[in-house]
């Protein structure tokens, strides 16, 4: 059984630029979502995606968005990068949502210079 | 709001040794608690829970008993081997207002283990 994928593994964009990270869930998993992990603030919700609606959000400010497709595959999106956006971003899919067993990716690591 | 407080590392200890590594936390309602794993270069993966009171998750040789009366769910392995040096994460989901969950994480307690 194929684990959660997410793409790219690894990128550098520059300040003002935008990004976009793909998460595809294991298979008949339903629920994404996704987290920022860094060494100061440890892993952060961002949010949560359930048949193709935002179920729950974070504490981030609005650039930070994301969707999900009828196939349950998740993009999330930062606009307007910013120095302190550099972080892993994980994300992980569950059958019923983030009360039951996540299933993390590798993530994508982001470095913005 | 929630909050998850683990005890700083990094832990070093050596191979057959005891392992305890805390976590308090402060949420309203009845929370789930969750020990996640990561490894190097790798995702999270849940190690164990427990979803009330007294309820006590176990796996690979890792212990934690959920305590409302103290709103701890400290980690414990008797005899640590070197394949388990990782970051441990601990966790709570909880109900908002919305009637949907919410995940909180801690930190994370860096465990390394010396032959």
């Known amino acids: 059984k194929a684990g959660v994928t997410q793409t790219p593994r690894y990128l550098i964009k520059t300040r003002g630029q935008q990004v976009t990270l793909s998460c595809s869930p294991i298979s008949g998993h339903r629920s994404v979502s996704w987290y920022q992990q860094t060494p100061g603030q440890g892993l952060q919700f961002l949010f949560e995606y359930f048949s193709e609606t935002q179920r729950n959000k974070g504490n981030f400010p609005g650039r930070f968005s994301g969707r999900q497709f009828s196939n349950s595959r998740s993009e999330m999106n930062v606009s307007t990068l910013e120095l302190g956006d550099s972080a892993l971003y994980l994300c992980?899919?569950?059958?019923?949502?983030?009360?039951?067993?996540?299933?993390f990716g590798e993530g994508s690591r982001l470095t913005v210079l | 709001g929630n909050s998850v407080t683990q005890m700083e590392g990094p832990v070093t200890l050596s191979e057959e040794a005891f392992l305890t590594i805390n976590c308090t936390y402060t949420a309203t309602g009845y929370p789930s608690l969750f020990w996640y794993v990561q490894y190097p270069g790798e995702g999270l993966q849940l190690l164990l829970k427990a979803t009330k009171a007294d309820d006590k998750g176990s796996n690979k040789g890792f212990e934690a008993t959920y305590r409302k009366e103290t709103t701890s769910f400290h980690l414990e392995k008797g005899s640590v081997q070197v394949s388990d040096s990782a970051v441990y994460f601990c966790?709570?989901?909880?109900?908002?207002?919305?009637?949907?969950?919410?995940?909180?994480f801690g930190t994370g307690t860096k465990l390394q283990v010396i032959p």
């Open positions: 966790a709570l989901t909880a109900e908002n207002s919305g009637g949907y969950q919410k995940v909180t």
């Open positions: 992980a899919s569950s059958v019923t949502g983030i009360s039951g067993e996540l299933f």
